[in-house]
Nanobody, 114 residues
Framework: VQLQASGGGLVQPGGSLRLSCATF????????MAWYRQAPGKQRELVAS???????NYADSVKGRFTISRDNAKTTMYLQMNSLKPEDTAVYFC?????????WGQGTQVTVSS
């Protein structure tokens, strides 16, 4: 399975962005998917995840502001990010569990700055 993240960019504090993660390959093997982020000098952290059942989970820092979703065909996963803060600045990576093995996308830069 290959993943391709897109949708990052520069946005002012309080603004919104929607990230997309397109999947390629044996999509039927994909179960759980997630978004991670890594800020400069920091470890990669889980932002949000979505199970095959549709159950979602969020980091406390983004609860109420970010929404993770995926289309029914499981070909694309999204991360709607609202009320963005400077501390959300990071490279965002999408992740998928396919046949029990993790796959990663290449990352997309999100910069929140005035």
């Amino acid at each position: 399975v290959q993943l391709q993240a897109s949708g990052g960019g520069l946005v002012q504090p309080g603004g919104s962005l929607r990230l997309s993660c397109a999947t390629f390959g044996t999509i039927s093997s994909i179960s759980d998917m997630a978004w991670y982020r890594q800020a400069p000098g920091k470890q990669r952290e889980l932002v949000a995840s979505i199970r095959a059942s549709g159950r979602t989970n969020y980091a406390d820092s983004v609860k109420g502001r970010f929404t993770i979703s995926r289309d029914n065909a499981k070909t694309t996963m999204y991360l709607q990010m609202n009320s963005l803060k400077p501390e959300d600045t990071a490279v965002y990576f999408c992740n998928a569990l396919a046949s029990g093995f993790p796959s990663w996308g290449q990352g997309t830069q999100v910069t929140v700055s005035s």
